[in-house]
């Protein structure tokens, strides 16, 4: 794929639903705070994005974080145990990570019955987002979930522009505080939100090794942190100056009834969407793990497929 598709995906991934959760950051700890947290952490995940795009380029065969674990460890004498510590904390990290999505998507539940003013059991809408999560995860390569990437990027910058002008459109609220003295426990939680927001690093690997000119990541990663660090900064500050300390998060909720119906109903995409990324990488590393050194990654065969399909149904059950 190119560098542009990559960027594509990698905005998705790392904007899709941390976005939401920000202006009440800012509400918790202060704008002053959040913005130098904001950006701080922008400044930090360019930096480690770069020096893992560097990591792959002085060691081409090496593929997902197991094996940066099993090359950092192999002087210490035990790169094998540390590559199974890598590859388990790699694995967790993205079902989590899809399990937070999962969370979200009640949120799903939320915005379909304030769309349609209906009430629809919770288990039957998980049961159906389940299973077009599960189809839209099956394609093997990260190109052809990149056009899915784009429509979930511009539905959740559609939403949040909806909210923010559904929220200008009142007189900007007199709370606004530059500075907050809170406890640790509120303000860990602030600043794991904002690292949330940007972590989408454990996919990286996945998206160099695809990339028709690997040496182009670096123009994917720049676009993607200028992106991102300037729509979070934008978005938070915005909507926090206008609703103040009793902002919602999500986000969307922040305006009127009206507007939040539109804006939910325009965010529905990327509900649904969000997290095929995480489970594509999930599944394609649990199955180039199984059959690295085989010919059946080459093949298209009834054991290449099903393993496949196997393989991404167990990831969304757990989930």
């Known amino acids: ?181 809170i406890s640790f426990l509120k303000a860990f939680l602030s600043v794991t939100n904002i690292i949330f927001a940007y972590a989408g690093h454990v996919s990286f690997f996945s998206f160099i090794i695809e990339l028709k000119n690997p040496h182009d990541f670096s123009k994917a990663l720049f676009l993607l942190q200028t992106c991102d660090t300037t729509m979070y900064i934008v978005v938070a500050v915005v909507i926090y100056r206008y609703t103040g300390p009793d902002v919602a998060s999500p986000t969307l909720g922040s305006a009127s009834k009206v507007v939040s119906k539109v804006a939910w109903g325009t965010a529905l995409p990327t509900i649904v969407l969000a997290d095929i990324v995480y489970a594509h990488v999930a599944a394609k590393y649990i199955y180039v793990r199984m059959f690295r050194g085989t010919d059946v990654m080459s093949k298209r065969n009834f054991k290449s497929v099903g393993v496949g399909v196997i393989i991404t149904a167990i990831l969304w059950i757990i989930t």
């Not at 559609?158 to 709370?175: K, N, R, W």
């Open 1 to 181: 794929m190119t560098w542009w598709q990559a960027c594509a995906i990698m905005i998705a991934e790392t904007t899709n639903l941390g976005i939401l959760s920000l202006p009440s950051v800012l509400a918790t700890i202060g704008m002053v705070g959040g913005l130098i947290l904001i950006v701080g952490l922008g400044i930090l995940a360019t930096y480690t994005g770069y020096v893992l795009s560097q990591f792959k380029a002085a060691y081409p065969h090496m593929n997902n974080m197991a094996d940066v674990g099993e090359i950092l460890c192999a002087p210490l004498g035990f790169p094998r145990v540390e590559r199974e510590i890598s590859s388990a904390a790699q694995i967790i990290f993205l079902v989590f990570t899809m399990g937070s999505h999962t969370l979200t998507r009640t949120r799903f539940f939320v915005a379909f019955d304030t769309v349609t003013g209906h009430d629809t059991c919770s288990i039957v809408w998980e049961v159906v987002v389940m299973i077009v999560l599960f189809i839209y995860t099956l394609p093997r390569t990260l190109k052809k979930v990149s056009y899915m990437s784009v429509i979930s990027f511009i539905s959740i910058i559609s939403a949040v522009m909806i909210t923010m002008i559904g929220v200008g459109m009142e007189e900007p609220d007199p709370h606004v505080q530059a500075v907050r003295n």
